[in-house]
């Protein structure tokens, strides 16, 4: 949600280049079912998207990085030691993470959904 988000948003700005992988991805996996309902209401259509694994090479392709939790950051520096100063959580700007909705209730989905909206907003204003 938070990839097709921050995409929407910065949609003009073509020199940005915006992807995303897990820590614990469950590769290959389409997002959830609640996800993609909830996206579909914003006019965004994430059904295409497949989940991968983050690793080093991808990581090197990036200059900003952005987690959902204080542990995915651990886990980044982790696989690639030399993201530090690189990686930050996406609710860094108001100190507050978002918890991974998956195998929740939709309401879940939808706290989670608004805090990465939340976070992203405060962002683009960074970017």
Do not use: C
Request: hydrophobic fraction near 45%.
């Amino acid at each position: 949600m938070a990839e097709a988000l921050l995409r929407d948003k910065l949609i003009q700005q073509k020199d940005i280049q915006i992807a995303s992988a897990g820590v614990g991805a469950l590769v290959g996996h389409s997002a959830d079912a609640i996800a993609q309902e909830l996206m579909l209401d914003k006019g965004i259509d994430i059904s295409t998207h497949k989940a991968r694994q983050l690793n080093a090479e991808l990581l090197s392709e990036y200059d900003l990085v952005l987690a959902m939790e204080k542990g995915h950051i651990n886990a980044v520096h982790q696989i690639a030691p030399l993201s530090k100063g690189r990686v930050h959580l996406l609710g860094k700007w108001s100190d507050f993470e978002i918890p991974d909705p998956y195998k929740q209730p939709r309401h879940e989905f939808e706290v989670a959904l608004e805090l990465i909206e939340r976070g992203i907003n405060e962002w683009v204003d960074k970017i």
